[in-house]
């Protein structure tokens, strides 16, 4: 299940466990609200998690890859850039040289993915579920030519995973809300 928070002000804080207790037989009394809120949370969660961007490096082509093999040779002591263009024309010719297929994670990614959270956050007298990410760039991740999800190219990953998909879902919640109370009504 997901986190329960207070708010006040700017300010949230995880609950007790008996103000968890007291927020769970609240929801327990709405089994409609509660069952749409966690499959909606839950779903959401899992969508965003599974299609989260994760920082890459541009895949090397064959030629990049040589001309960093004919520096480094030329660095080496002892070798001079004839040495390093027949060694690197060698290696070429072995095929050793070839363009990478995928991108590679890279080491400079932070791992927002991670910082991805689901809960129920109580300010005043409004329960809210949520998914966010924690991570305080999560709003400026956009998708970039190579990222690995089936998002649109320069897109903000927040606005696509987690703001629309929660407002359809309290768009959903309060559909479903409103055909229980009409059946109930006709009875």
Avoid: C
Wanted: zero cysteines; aromatic letters at 8%; hydrophobic letters at 35%.
């Amino acid at each position: 299940m997901a986190k329960i928070f207070v708010k006040h002000g700017n300010a949230a804080v995880d609950v007790s466990p008996e103000m968890e207790r007291l927020v769970q037989q609240l929801l327990d009394a709405n089994p409609i609200v509660k069952k749409v809120m966690q499959d909606e949370i839950e779903d959401i969660y899992q969508d965003a998690y599974r299609r989260w961007p994760v920082r890459v490096d541009p895949p090397r082509t064959a030629e990049q890859k040589k001309e960093a093999a004919y520096f480094a040779i030329a660095r080496s002591p002892g070798k001079t850039t004839r040495d390093a263009f027949a060694i690197t024309e060698s290696l070429d010719d072995r095929g050793r040289f070839t363009t990478d297929a995928e991108p590679r994670i890279s080491k400079n990614s932070k791992d927002s993915r991670s910082k991805l959270e689901r809960g129920i956050l109580i300010d005043g007298e409004n329960i809210t579920a949520f998914v966010r990410n924690s991570a305080p760039y999560a709003w400026a991740i956009k998708t970039g030519r190579y990222t690995q999800n089936n998002l649109a190219f320069g897109t903000r990953t927040s606005n696509e995973l987690l703001w629309q998909p929660m407002r359809r879902a309290g768009n959903r919640l309060v559909n479903r809300i409103v055909r229980d109370l009409m059946k109930k009504a006709k009875r």
